[in-house]
């Protein structure tokens, strides 16, 4: 391309006038204020443009004294020369070019003919018309610069053929939306791209065939089901079939690109189209599954498109791995999901660029723009813990969701995909009934995300023919809409006449594209071609050691003393020229005290140890949260900082990434400011990566409902519906201690009453041998489900909580810790209080204050899957108890009350009667004041010492 100096010049600047605008710009760059107004806005104009380095901020130097310099060397004879006033005008007019230019490539999404529907007129947009700028009929055959665009080699266009050029590529079937980028070199990319072809792709005769054949598959397929399935739901893909030719654009030009796996998360429109015809699904099997017939081993199972699916597809470039995830019904939900998942197979291939592991999100219009989740996936996407090296965006807007399709209802803003704007992503809306040219923009986004490794959007603008599901009637509130839909004649049919009419295709041989499909469906045969069957990729995923683990499998979570104390030192240890903070020091100080034996093991010294340990024995560790690094109360400090830093991104020291030389990776991430999309990202790594001990933290256990979903659709069901195991661990801060309704209580009550089919763990350690014998077992037992670690606050610094070293390395993590007091006669027990969490230190407390002796306590710190044996063992000790009260300080109808009593009569004997002290049942799970919460607590602890109890609620 030529100099871009070169985009406001003429022929007037040339010449004989050439020395005299040279002076004028020297004046210029020494005093801006030294020439007119009219040539200051002209050389204005010359400081936004790139310098000979590239960099738009290089301002231009004076040239006099370099000129001079060259001069004297040279000893040649002084010229001097006057130019006579030059006309400006031209020179307006070349600006006024650069304006419509701009205006196209900023504007012209909004005058580009996207709509197969034609539903509205065109806008009128002034800035897209040279009259806006005072230009005539007169002025669209004069020449002008257009060095800045890449329409022609050559230097000029007349503005006639530039604005031509700028309707093709800006208004026709692709609109893109791109000047809002921030790097020129991105923008400029773009431009190029675009430009040089005119918007239009130059396929060959064979491609266009091989696009009309996708077109024709993504029809034939859903005819074909709603011919033979009438009434059941698909959710077809009619009105949208260019996504096919789409996708498999993406698998195709990824290969090519050297992509090795592509994980895909879509919604329910067109999946099934998805599985059959890119991805290689067996027709027959799919029709297996409407006909009611269904895969064993699953104890829920789930409609068929929610279902996930993988499969291995030779390309061009070498064999792609597909994966489709698995999804619920809740809108892009799954969009965090995959890129979690991503991301554990980019860490685990080493990939931390995304060159060879590529996600793909498909959407709808009106979730992309509705679902809140969305924003806080793209807010991941940049981010050092969470960034993938670019998502590849699909929308298929139909432009209806569910029943709304007015645009005063959908969205507050112009298009549906405005949202990406927040990360400055590109977005090329395209016309879904010209399939050549949604092909030709999904390489393109491609290509970008490939070289440019950022988020970029693909709005294929089509429409549904049917209703949301093929149970529904549209018309009933799209009377106008439909009607426009009744009259389309579908987009195969579309693109055919057209090739048609090109002579690339006879009418005859499109027609026998749409028979040859019909047959491979009456047959149930596969449709892509070639499906890998047998092919072994060395990085997938095996979960093969962990199917029929059982939770009661024992495991050796105990380390030699003589281990514990050398990996103390190393995590105590800090670089000579490395300064932490005075606080931190004395920390570092204890931690190595209780290394030595010399002091009691703190919770925060458990989980280092169990971290150490871990790393030390080749098991990965990513723990990531919103204050995970130091720990939202302070407990952890897993990264120090030098109080002496001179740079913001420098001087930090973590000691678990140098806990031994061939280590395993240990990895914190303090989190963007968001609960849903973290913790899906955190299960999407760690379903894909069952060698890794991932966790989320909570920064207090009362904000994990904000991703309720994420709890309910995935965590605790992913793997009765589809069959998925998950090691997923979740620490959330749990205990009442007057912080008021929202830092209280991590909802204890919800997951209980969510455990079912041993789907997941929960459990709730009181100490620091408990803490590190429960997290090195969810990573050396051979048992992968969700561990839900309810995490203390006040024990953190509690020395009550505290282990001797001894129970790191000769104990293991106990379900059901039954009376520590040596002094309890068990022959004297009368009654046996049994708790689980912090309120036993509070027992403990009173009974010694009450002077009883006559109370056991037993504490239950694994509340699922319940360990009845562990329990009952404990409970047979005291044979003369005929009182079991269950104690918590959670209101009555929160907390484990409702979902323990059950497991505790189970294991009472005859005669015994169970009851509760506790809280009284409230709305709020917790009071605002903090002198009626110790009010509180002091009844609660009361009424479960009383001499007399009296809420008994049952007797066995």
């Not at 994420?710 to 992913?718: A, E, L, N």
């Not at 998950?726 to 969510?754: D, K, N, V, W």
């Not at 809280?919 to 009424?943: D, F, I, M």
Request: charged share 20%; aromatic share 8%.
């Amino acid at each position: 391309m030529s100099s871009e100096i070169e985009l406001l010049t003429n022929s007037y600047l040339f010449g004989s006038n050439a020395p005299y605008v040279e002076d004028l710009y020297e004046s210029y760059l020494d005093n801006p204020g030294s020439v007119s107004d009219q040539w200051r806005d002209y050389f204005d104009q010359l400081q936004h443009l790139p310098a000979t380095d590239g960099r738009e901020v290089t301002r231009d130097q004076a040239h006099a004294p370099i000129i001079e310099s060259f001069a004297q060397r040279a000893k040649s004879n002084e010229f001097v020369a006057r130019a006579q006033q030059p006309d400006l005008t031209v020179a307006g007019k070349q600006v006024y070019v650069q304006s419509i230019i701009a205006a196209y490539r900023s504007l012209g999404s909004r005058f580009a003919e996207l709509d197969p529907l034609k539903r509205q007129d065109r806008p009128v947009i002034p800035e897209l018309d040279p009259s806006f700028y005072g230009l005539t009929e007169a002025d669209l055959d004069q020449v002008y610069s257009a060095t800045n665009t890449y329409f022609t080699k050559a230097d000029t266009m007349t503005m006639r053929d530039m604005l031509k050029a700028l309707r093709d590529t800006y208004c026709r079937s692709v609109g893109a939306e791109f000047m809002h980028i921030s790097d020129p070199t991105a923008k400029r990319w773009i431009q190029e791209r675009l430009e040089s072809t005119l918007g239009v792709p130059s396929f060959s005769t064979d491609r266009k065939r091989h696009i009309l054949q996708q077109v024709t598959e993504a029809e034939g397929l859903e005819r074909f089901l709603h011919t033979k399935y009438v009434g059941q739901k698909r959710f077809s893909l009619e009105g949208g079939e260019s996504f096919i030719a789409s996708m498999d654009e993406v698998v195709g030009h990824a290969g090519d690109n050297g992509v090795q796996e592509i994980v895909v998360g879509m919604a329910h429109r067109g999946r099934l189209n998805m599985l059959v015809n890119i991805m290689g699904k067996m027709p027959g099997d799919l029709f297996a599954e409407f006909e009611g017939k269904h895969a064993e081993g699953l104890t829920d199972g789930d409609v068929k498109y929610h279902n996930g699916f993988s499969s291995d597809l030779s390309t061009r470039g070498g064999p792609v791995h597909l994966s489709l995830a698995f999804n619920p019904s809740h809108l892009e939900i799954v969009n965090p999901v995959v890129e979690g998942s991503v991301r554990a197979r980019q860490d685990r291939r080493g990939d931390s660029v995304g060159a060879q592991v590529l996600p793909v999100l498909v959407h709808g219009d009106a979730a992309f723009a509705g679902q809140g989740v969305v924003m806080e996936t793209l807010n991941l996407a940049q981010t050092r813990g969470y960034g993938t090296g670019g998502t590849l965006h699909i929308v298929i807007n139909n432009q209806i969701g569910f029943t709304t399709s007015d645009p005063r209802d959908t969205r507050s803003t112009l298009y549906c995909t405005d949202v990406v704007k927040m990360i400055e992503a590109p977005v090329f809306h395209v016309n879904g009934d010209d399939p050549e040219a949604v092909v030709y923009v999904t390489q393109l986004a491609l290509d970008y995300r490939m070289q440019f490794h950022h988020d970029v959007v693909v709005d294929i603008v089509c429409f549904r023919k049917l209703g949301h599901n093929e149970q529904d009637t549209p018309s009933l509130t799209q009377p106008l809409m439909y009607k426009s839909i009744g009259k389309h004649p579908g987009t195969r049919k579309v693109y055919a006449d057209k090739l048609v009419t090109q002579g690339v295709l006879t009418e005859a041989e499109c027609d026998q594209l749409v028979k040859d499909y019909r047959q491979l469906m009456e047959d149930g045969q596969r449709t892509v071609e070639p499906v890998l069957t047998d092919y072994k990729n060395k990085y997938a995923t095996d979960w093969s050691s962990f199917l029929g683990a059982k939770w009661t499998d024992q495991a050796d979570t105990g380390v030699p003393i003589a281990d514990l104390t050398r990996i103390g030192e190393k995590l105590t240890t800090v670089p000579e020229s490395f300064t932490v903070h005075s606080l931190v020091n004395k920390l570092l100080n204890d931690r190595r005290n209780m290394a030595r034996g010399e002091q009691n093991v703190d919770w925060g010294m458990g989980e280092h140890l169990a971290f150490a340990t871990l790393v030390a024995s080749g098991y990965a560790i990513r723990i990531t949260g919103q204050d995970s690094g130091r720990g939202t109360f302070t407990h952890r400090h897993a990264v120090l900082h030098d109080q002496k830093r001179e740079r913001w991104n420098d001087g930090t020291y973590i000691p678990l990434q140098n806990v031994s030389e061939n280590q395993a990776p240990f990895t914190v991430i303090d989190s963007v400011l968001s609960e849903e999309a973290v913790l899906a990202f955190e299960y999407g790594y760690a379903s894909a990566e069952p060698n890794t001990l991932t966790i989320w933290e909570a920064q207090f256990g009362d904000f994990v409902n904000g991703a309720q979903v994420v709890i309910d659709q995935f965590i605790t069901s992913g793997e009765a519906k589809w069959g998925r195991q998950c090691g997923l661990t979740m620490m959330l801060p749990h205990g009442y201690e007057g912080q008021g309704p929202e830092h209280s209580s991590a909802r204890i009550e919800r997951f209980l009453q969510l455990c079912a089919d041993n789907n997941i763990q929960v459990v709730q350690p009181t100490n620091g041998a408990q803490i590190f014998h429960v997290l090195r077992r969810q990573m050396i037992r051979p048992f992968r489900k969700p561990l839900i670690i309810l995490t203390p606050k006040s024990l953190l610094r509690n020395k009550d909580a505290t282990s001797p070293l001894s129970d790191l390395a000769n104990s293991q993590f106990l379900p059901v810790i039954g009376e520590q007091d040596q002094s309890i006669d068990p022959a004297a027990v009368t009654r046996v209080l049994v708790c689980s969490g912090k309120v036993y230190y509070d027992i403990v407390h009173a009974r010694k204050d009450a002077g009883r002796s006559d109370v056991a306590i037993l504490r239950v710190e694994q509340l699922y899957p319940f360990a009845h044996k562990s329990f009952q063992s404990e409970l047979q000790k005291y044979t003369n108890a005929k009182e079991i009260v269950w104690v918590q300080d959670e209101p009555q109808n929160q907390g484990p009350w409702f979902y323990i009593q059950h497991h505790l009569y189970e294991n009472m004997a005859d005669g015994q009667r169970l009851g509760y002290a506790g809280r009284a049942a409230s709305a709020s799970p917790a009071v605002g004041y903090l002198a009626k919460h110790q009010e509180q607590q002091r009844a609660l602890l009361e009424q479960a010492l009383a001499p007399k109890f009296k809420s008994f609620m049952l007797t066995k």
